[in-house]
């Protein structure tokens, strides 16, 4: 059973062929393997790990006159009549018949020699869409896949189901299952197994040859349901090795961080804590002094920290990122605070200042809209070591910020953030052998499972407390027929005192269109009840503008604040107690969770509406469904995680370094405690094993994370 006759190049034994290129593979010479590398395909072993997305039923045959349109169906047919049609597109079609009906075949596309093959008599099995044709009688298929096969009656070609692999222009199917059956047959020797077989046993699942032919080729017997699922034991398999692979290369990435760099040892002198905490109007919740308590061992560390701080939104992180700014400034060392907007990086700016300077600590501003005099005096008072504290935008990791002596580095990621950006903020401050401490806060949870998979080259912390004498937010939806109400609902409110914010969503990026949406909404606001004091606030204002605005709806002069989604993070204004979210069906989970979160912040009971335009879908419905039911924003990841999966969730993680091929962490969610354990035997037993699984799965990726 080699195979290996036919092929140009005998696969040598050991495994050894898979980093062959493509080419040594029977037909593949220049132009194919010009089309392959746009499928990343390069080598043998890419053509083996490049696996069907999903699959085709074409066990059966299905007689002609029986077609239902748009039904994916196996045919044969013998041909009757093929001829090219002119027309207002030039086609070639093609009568075909089984005693049951006939079914015409359309090309739009087609080799000369194409109308040779259907010579009349012959008989064609065909796979593709029933559609009608020109009469409703008359089914077509439109570039169906053929063959041309000797008589009508014989058992079908195709006694398994049948793969269908991402493909790309030029590479069809069948081109793409001839390459995969090749290789194969280079891997059937030696492919070595980097799993341990025990391991393997006990769960039910086949060992790595096995599962990537059963994969490529289904066993007749096997579940078309199960395999579109992706949860066939052969799936179930290639997906913990590549949750193993990734995982491993993320901690390949902090090994190295770690290993090559170090950081300042940061212990502080506990003069400014204790002065800030005394200020402070309220005590640490025990999840807010356990957390600060991780951080400040971390930093004490010269292996640089990279820690994650989870929080939900109210938990209360800026306390715990400004005790580890002090940490710094006590060590002597300068801390970089950034946000990844402009409000957000406003309000920790305003918080820091308020917190720090009467403490005797400089915090500069840094943010991409500073007047130049502005920006050259504080980009002066960091270089020299004036400020202690910087606070900013992405602004504060441009080429012309330099710091005297960086320290740590605080990124309030919210979901916003990905790995890329961290990547160049590290280097700010990063000298041959040194580094600063990282620390990550963000508002989006993830369940631990997740958090530890996807973040596997961070520490993650979690407050999992709110601190005391929160009330509950009641969540309504209201469909946009009843608007009236809600804006009544308003007036009413704000007549007792209370303050709202009237939040308008829009699909588009585009900060104007949001702005005009946003004015509109002010104008009918206004116009409708006019006793309530309405202000406006959106993202094209000008700082100044938008903090005079915040200001005035802080100190209570305005009533109602109608804004986009910039306020989203960043305001606190505690009497607020009222949100009305229009078009919640356009956003997301975690930012639904993160705007609400802006109300609830005071000791009056608070409620939030959302006003959906109905129709909604089901999973639409669902959703809202989840935020009315609970305000627990973990139960709302777990919720989202499920609802949409984990690119949601993980944002900007999820692309790039996060491409899988099989694995789902959502669906694979239940593989993860496996991937721990495997992971920690073969990082203690063997290291080469990993280097093997990191090569085969993330490769590139993994090259990427080097930079
Ligand atoms: P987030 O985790 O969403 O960033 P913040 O740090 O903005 O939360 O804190 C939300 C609010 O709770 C702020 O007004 C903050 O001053 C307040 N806060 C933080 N910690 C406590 C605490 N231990 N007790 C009472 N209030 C707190
Ligand atoms: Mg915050």
């Given amino acids: 059973m080699s195979g290996s006759s036919a092929s140009s190049t005998p696969p040598p034994a050991g495994g050894q062929g898979l980093s062959q290129p493509v080419t040594v593979l029977r037909g593949v010479a220049g132009r194919l393997a010009g089309k392959l590398e746009k499928l990343g395909l390069r080598t ?250 991780e951080v400040a061992r971390d930093m004490a560390s010269a292996e640089p920290m990279l820690r994650l701080v989870q929080g939900d939104v109210g938990s209360g992180k800026t306390v715990v990122a400004a005790l580890a700014a002090l940490r710094a400034v006590e060590s002597g060392q300068q801390a970089a605070v950034m946000a990844p907007t402009e409000l957000l990086a406003e309000q920790h700016y305003r918080n820091f200042r308020d917190w720090l300077q009467p403490l005797g600590v400089d915090v ?21 070591g004036r400020a202690l504290v910087a606070v900013g935008t992405h602004a504060l990791f441009q080429e012309q910020v330099t710091f005297h002596r960086l320290g740590l580095v605080i990124v309030d990621e919210q979901h916003r953030f990905g790995v890329h950006q961290r990547m160049a903020l590290k280097e700010k401050g990063q000298t041959a052998d040194a580094q600063p401490h990282q620390l990550i806060m963000t508002a989006t949870p993830i369940p631990r499972t997740l958090a530890m998979t996807a973040y596997a080259d961070l520490d993650v912390s979690i407050i999992d407390e709110l601190p005391p004498g929160r009330t509950p937010i009641r969540t309504v939806a209201v469909p946009d027929s009843r608007r009236e109400e809600v804006v009544a609902g308003i007036a009413a409110a704000c007549s007792e005192g209370r303050q709202a914010y009237w939040v308008c969503t829009l699909i588009e990026e585009s900060d104007q269109l949001q702005a005009e949406a946003a004015e509109a909404t002010e104008a009918m606001l206004k116009e409708a009840i006019p006793e309530v004091s309405v202000a406006l606030v959106h993202g094209r204002m000008k700082p100044a503008d938008k903090e005079a605005v915040m200001a005035r709806f ?123 354990v495997l992971a920690e035997r073969l990082l203690q037993e063997d290291m080469p094993r990993v280097d093997a699984l990191i090569e085969r799965w993330v490769g590139e990726a993994q090259r990427y994370g080097r930079v």
């Avoid at 500069?364 to 020299?384: H, N, T, V, Y």
């Fill in 44 to 293: 043998v072993g890419d053509v083996l790990f490049h696996l069907p997305h999903r699959y085709e039923d074409r066990t059966h045959r299905v007689p002609i006159g029986s077609l239902q349109s748009g039904q994916h169906a196996l045919v044969r047919g013998r041909v009757e009549l093929a001829e090219v049609a002119q027309g207002r597109r030039k086609r070639l079609m093609c009568r075909v018949s089984d005693g049951t009906g006939s079914l015409t075949l359309v090309f739009f596309h087609y080799f000369p020699n194409q109308l040779q093959q259907f010579r009349q008599g012959r008989v064609l099995e065909c796979y593709g869409e029933a559609r009608p044709g020109v009469s409703a009688l008359q089914m077509q298929m439109v570039h169906p896949e053929y063959s041309i096969v000797s008589d009508l009656d014989a058992p079908p070609e195709q006694p398994g189901l049948t793969p269908v692999y991402p493909a790309t222009e030029g590479v069809n199917q069948t081109t793409l299952r001839r390459l995969a059956d090749q290789a194969l047959n280079w891997a059937r020797e030696g492919l070595g197994d980097l799993l341990p077989a025990e391991l393997l046993e006990g769960r039910g699942l086949p060992d790595l040859f096995t599962a990537l032919q059963q994969v490529h080729h289904p066993a007749p017997d096997s579940s078309l349901a199960q395999l579109d699922a992706g949860v066939h034991p052969a799936q179930r398999r290639l997906a913990l090795e590549e949750l193993l692979a990734h995982h491993l290369s993320l901690r390949q990435v902090r090994h190295r961080l770690r290993a090559d760099r170090r950081a300042p040892v940061l212990r502080g002198t506990g003069r400014l804590v204790g002065r800030f905490l005394e200020q402070l109007p309220f005590s640490l919740t025990n999840a807010q002094q356990r957390v600060e308590g």
């Fill in 364 to 384: 500069a501003w840094m943010s991409g809209k500073l007047p130049a005099a502005r920006r050259r005096e504080m980009l002066q008072a960091i270089a020299e």
């Fill in 554 to 676: 802080a100190g209570g002069e305005v009533q109602l604040l109608v804004a986009t989604t910039v306020i989203e993070v960043g305001v606190d204004v505690p009497n607020a107690s009222l949100m009305v979210i229009e078009n919640p069906e356009r956003l997301g989970l975690a930012q639904l969770h993160q705007l609400r979160g802006r109300v609830g912040r005071g000791t009056a009971a608070s409620s939030c509406v959302l006003l959906y335009r109905a129709p909604l879908t089901d999973m639409a419905r669902r959703r809202l469904g989840v935020l009315r039911e609970t305000t627990d924003g973990f139960e709302i990841a777990r919720q989202d995680l499920e609802l949409r999966g984990p690119g949601e969730l993980l944002g900007t993680r999820q692309t790039g370094a996060w491409q899988f091929r099989v694995a789902d962490l959502t669906r694979d969610g239940s593989l993860l405690p496996d991937v721990q």
